[in-house]
């Protein structure tokens, strides 16, 4: 469990692009940062009070979240300067970049001697079981893509959020960096060893209120070449009872894979529902989220019309139009 | 690559099943080994002449392969007087145990001293990439299981003996702990970490001569729950022209999962097909692979003839009956 409070890092960020990490933060748990900290030159904000590390302190953060991207891989020696001042005051440090703050001796050892955690959410700390397959008590519900980087995350914490504002028991299951500091806790699915994954998605998503859903962050896609192990491990160890659909329109190919094609939202699911089948064949697929930030209001709405046609099934982009269609089918009987 | 020739420790097998590592490699590299080292109490043999570490290294072995399951997990004392004394002849040492010899500070001394190397075989040890999805030349077929461990192994070795027998061109591709050390390589797939599975099988099977066939170890089972992800890695990293349907006969449940049943061949042959076909569209299942080893052959026969009428497919049990069926189909165009 990462403390909350937190400080939001953006360090030299060259546009909001490069702290993703601090908006996801920001668009869904927008309360629980108490400033953010920039160094000269950071094009990025997050509409939050510049804080010095000792005023950040004061507002009670309790982690500092490292909320961008480094350039060329390496944590520069200005960051480690005000990581470092960080520890000192008593903060703990996130992170969700590919170099591990472990690895940095400098930090360590003031974590050691400050008695304060070293969070690289990228790195599993925990040994996973191998996935049992039993059955657990409450409801869960699992979004899959067409394609990577579709907006599954997006769709499950505004539908947490709709859940939470009807009052109907919900909680987000993350399964990636960003989710991960977002929620403050979590599963790393991508680098958990293979024989252990859908382990750990069993362990994320215990036993629970009859009337509780998990909305369990997806990873990757069943239809794409690189990731689909890690999608199946995440159908198989979820055994979800509902899935949604997520898609995002105009994409010329696979992201990554120039020769590969999208699949048709048909074919998505199909292949899902008998994948999850296999685990609760009770699974059913309820809805379609459509990522359609590329297009007018328009056209938007026309991609939802041919979702829905496609599919029969009730399409919302969750960001632009609410995610209310696809919780009233979630809870339908 | 681990260096042949091998001395097999057999250690204090109880018994023929506990030493089934060693089993495999005298099994189908017959003349890979120069020997074996027994223990006081092994009741496990290999048909071999027990050597001592001084004859071993004198009759050219280069590595010593623990061939046996360590008893509580622990690797004895009496087993490491004999590991130490193999470094200190020159051998290297290779294991396929939970523990590692890396984690033996005095086999580790000893290797470094001597200039001797210690593999352990289920940790990889290389970076593999994320998966390109590229199209690779040459053939490659791959066994996908109704339930793990139903003989998937032993399929690709016995196809890979029958091919060589006639001089069609072939290579055994290791996917896990007894296969690389029959092959002296390979990738550790359960090991390996869960976004660089499919990259890990994309570099076990390059690109190769247009004639030549890769048989690809499979693992687990697209209807395991505890390890479909591995196994939808393997099928979308390697890619596979052929799959090969493999199944035991008579088993009540998915193994380790009493609630789960088996599916059917037709199931396990629909499904495979069409996840394969994401990636090679010109995929194709070409027969059955039955392991019949609990079956009196006359019911054996049953089996092979019942799987046949399901599938439309040749069957065999190419343990038993040659794996001759299966080879003449995947030839033929």
Known sequence: MIKKPYLLFLGDAPDQLAAKVARGIRDWRPGDSVGQF??????AHMNLPDLTIKEAREAGAQTLVIGVANRGGVIADNWKEVLAAALESGMDLASGLHN??????????????????????RTPKVDYPIASGRKRSGKRCLGVGTDVSVGKMYMALAMQQEMHNRGIKASFRATGQTGILVEGNGVPLDGVVADFMAGAVE?????NDDDHWDLIEGQGS??????SGVTLALIHGGQPDALILCHEPGRPHMRGLPSFQLPSLAQLYETSLSM??????????????????QFAEEDARRCLADAEAETGLPATDPIRFGAGPLVDVLISP
Do not use: M
């Open 222 to 227: 069943l239809f794409h070449a690189s990731y």
């Open 203 to 207: 362990s994320l998503t215990p036993d």
């Open 38 to 43: 920039r160094l000269p030159g950071c094009a």
């Open 100 to 121: 591990r703050l472990c690895d940095e001796p400098s930090l360590v050892e003031i974590a050691g001697h400050k008695g304060c955690s070293l969070h690289d959410v």
């Open 276 to 293: 999850a089948q296999i685990v609760n064949p009770s699974c059913r697929v309820v809805g379609v989220s459509i990522n359609s930030s």
